[in-house]
């Protein structure tokens, strides 16, 4: 599933190649289980609206939509722009909201080029192109709404004694932990497993054993991690592509995650890995504590 740095990178692509554009009509497939809000709704929400902005919110995209006939540029200014991505701007009126769940895509298209098989919905777009939701598996979802907040804080922007007071005292496994998404959202399996190893704690170990140096550290490392990964493009594991079709190389730099068995590259122990929750976890057993 795309985690944090890969919808960071999917949502400053598309930021950067449909902010201004106005969507003119809206085709939506026939598959039911994409479609969070009605069909008929997310249509007449999305047509004639123009893109306002594009940004992530923990782990899905919202499209901040303006009326065509009310921005008065083609880059209508926006309030601020945040550390990661692009923020809500003043005056919407409404937003798309897309999760891409485990293998969903969104495309900026060329209105010849092949639709591809599991594409759910085409928004056609005044500049000709047209803006793409692919996703095979299909627990990707749509909607539309106002005001979207994630459940969590942001991880790049939470404070220090804010994510220390998230997990002081908390009994379940700090893997556990930094996966709920009602405590920080938008990180997943991947991220939570290479910022445990560079903070050097075990996922097994139960939140509320760790101090507050350990917490700092992993503070520290989580913030690291997933910069450096924004920076690379994310991770392309299964189908994961960027706006532009493509893919990141952040999982060049993996150091425990999808290397079970493998030499650690600090102590060169076999990497190993666990079930955590119904969660794959992999760790060091010598470097992590």
């Known amino acids: 599933m795309p985690e944090l740095p890969e919808v960071e990178t999917i949502a400053r692509g598309l930021a950067k190649r449909v902010t201004g554009d106005v969507i003119e009509s809206v085709w939506l497939g026939s598959k039911p289980q994409t479609l969070k809000s009605p069909a008929a709704e997310i249509a007449a929400t999305l047509e004639n609206k123009r893109v306002a902005g594009v940004r992530r919110v923990g782990k899905h995209l ?17 309030a601020r722009k945040g550390k990661a991505g692009v923020s809500a701007p003043s005056g919407q009126e409404a937003q798309w909201i897309v999760h891409l769940g485990m293998t969903g ?3 900026v298209c060329e209105p010849g080029a092949e639709i591809a098989k599991h594409t759910h919905a085409i928004a056609k777009l ?3 192109r047209e803006l793409r939701f692919v996703d095979p598996r299909r627990f990707g979802r749509l909607s539309v709404g106002h005001g979207f907040k994630a459940a969590g804080y ?3 922007e939470v404070e220090l004694d ?3 007071g998230l997990f002081r005292r908390r009994k379940t496994p700090i893997k556990s932990a930094l996966l709920n998404q009602k405590l920080l959202s938008g990180v997943g399996n ?12 075990r996922p097994r170990r139960r939140a509320a054993s760790l101090t507050k140096e350990d917490l700092q550290r992993l503070y520290l490392a989580l ?4 910069r450096e990964a924004i920076e690379l493009g994310g991770s392309s594991i299964s189908d994961y592509v960027s706006a532009d079709g493509e893919e990141g190389f952040f999982q060049l730099q993996h150091r425990v995650y999808g290397r079970e068995g493998e030499k650690c590259l600090v102590c ?7 079930v955590i929750a119904g969660r794959g976890s992999h760790y060091c057993p010598t470097c992590q504590k």
């Open 162 to 164: 804010r994510f220390v």
């Open 190 to 201: 991947i991220y939570a497993d290479e910022s445990l190893f560079r903070a050097r704690i």
């Open 223 to 226: 913030q690291e991690v997933l």
């Open 126 to 128: 005044a500049s000709g």
């Open 268 to 274: 060169k122990m076999p990497i190993k890995r666990v």
């Open 105 to 107: 895509r969104m495309l």
């Open 154 to 156: 942001e991880p790049l």
């Open 62 to 78: 919202v499209v901040d939509l303006q009326d065509a006939g009310k921005a008065g540029s083609r880059r209508p200014k926006t």
